[in-house]
């Protein structure tokens, strides 16, 4: 029988480990975890007698705008584990109502999760959603020319590339300076993996995009500009590199897309169609269901891979 009990200091080492057994080489998980002051009161662990952590759940307290792009607090669930061992015996969905009750009590509207097993989940009252994922052949159009030159980010970009990227879509986040100068790079990679479009006129960010390399294809996980010729020079560098790469095709995450984007996107790929997938999950906690359930489905809902929790 295990113990449900809070998180303290001394079991970051097993947590870490815990981590590293079930997901492999996930050095992000730490970094990010450390980000919140009050983390060991929002790890939830389910403890054998003999002190091993047999299964935790994490909340990660976050301001998250609603479907009238007002910023509330949303309690984020991640790093969800269980030892092998210890699977089967209900500990994940103990410790998931031990959240929900912290959650309520520090006035959490509702909570959000991501995950590719949402069947752990719907017994304990989270409800998916449905996302966009565009994929396609990649473009193998040559960059044009463009007054836009397209170039690794680095740290003095920080202070603007907040600037394209602010939005008051629904879904999204808030962001802190710490998360521009720690989780976005703990989930994005270095700023050098960034790659940034510049302003002809003044030299600073007017866009950025972050690509991930698979074995097929180029994934690319957030994009923002102020102006189409910069999203389209990005995109372009984007296919680029991973046409160098030996990658012959690309996906697209994000909100449904404006004119811009479409505009932009053939110079990323050709052919593409739309699958839906349902990895989002939502639980009202505070706000009326109907409050929280029109969030994600709200018009332009976007809740980007480098807020994940």
Same mark, same amino acid.
């Given at each position: 029988m295990s113990l449900i009990r809070t998180a303290r200091p001394a079991d970051e080492p097993a947590l870490h480990a815990l981590w590293a057994a079930c997901f492999g080489a996930a050095p992000q998980l730490p970094v990010v975890y450390a980000l919140d002051p009050d983390r060991h009161r929002h790890t939830f662990l389910a403890v054998s007698d003999d002190g091993t952590i047999d299964a935790v759940?994490?909340?990660?307290? $976050?301001?998250?705008?609603? @479907? #009238?792009?007002?910023?509330? $607090?949303?309690? *984020?669930?991640?790093?969800? @584990? !269980? $030892?092998?061992?210890? $699977? /089967?015996? /209900?500990?994940?969905?103990a410790l998931l109502q031990e959240a929900a009750a912290t959650m309520r009590a520090e006035s959490c509207a509702w909570s959000l999760l991501f995950t590719g097993t949402p069947g752990v989940y719907t017994g304990s009252g989270w409800q998916t959603f449905p996302t966009q994922l565009r994929e396609g052949s990649l473009s193998e159009t040559p960059?044009?020319?463009s007054p836009y030159r397209v170039r690794p980010a680095h740290p003095a970009d920080l202070p603007h590339l907040a600037q394209p990227s602010c939005s008051s879509s629904p879904l999204s986040t808030v962001r802190t300076e710490a998360d521009w100068r720690t989780r976005l790079p703990a989930w994005y *990679?270095?700023?050098? #993996?960034?790659?940034?479009? #510049?302003?002809? @006129? !003044?030299?600073?960010?007017?866009?950025?995009?972050?690509?991930a390399h698979g074995k097929r294809a180029v994934d690319v996980r957030e994009y923002a500009a102020t102006e189409t010729g910069a999203l389209t020079a990005l995109f372009a560098a984007v296919a680029a590199r991973a046409r160098h790469g030996g990658l012959r095709e690309a996906r697209l995450r994000g909100p449904?897309?404006?004119?811009?984007?479409?505009?932009?996107?053939?110079?990323?790929m050709t052919g593409a169609t739309v699958r839906t997938e349902h990895i989002g999950m939502i639980r009202p906690l505070l706000a009326p269901p109907e409050h929280a359930q029109a969030v994600p489905r709200a018009p332009g809902a976007v809740h980007w891979y480098g807020d994940s929790f």
């Open positions: 759940v994490v909340y990660v307290p $976050r301001d998250i705008r609603d @479907a #009238e792009g007002v910023p509330v $607090r949303v309690g *984020g669930i991640g790093s969800v @584990a !269980t $030892r092998p061992e210890a $699977r /089967g015996r /209900g500990l994940i969905r960059p044009g020319r *990679g270095p700023l050098s #993996e960034w790659l940034v479009a #510049e302003d002809p @006129a !003044t030299g600073r960010p007017a866009g950025w995009a972050v690509a449904a897309p404006g004119p811009a984007v479409l505009e932009a996107l053939p110079h990323l």
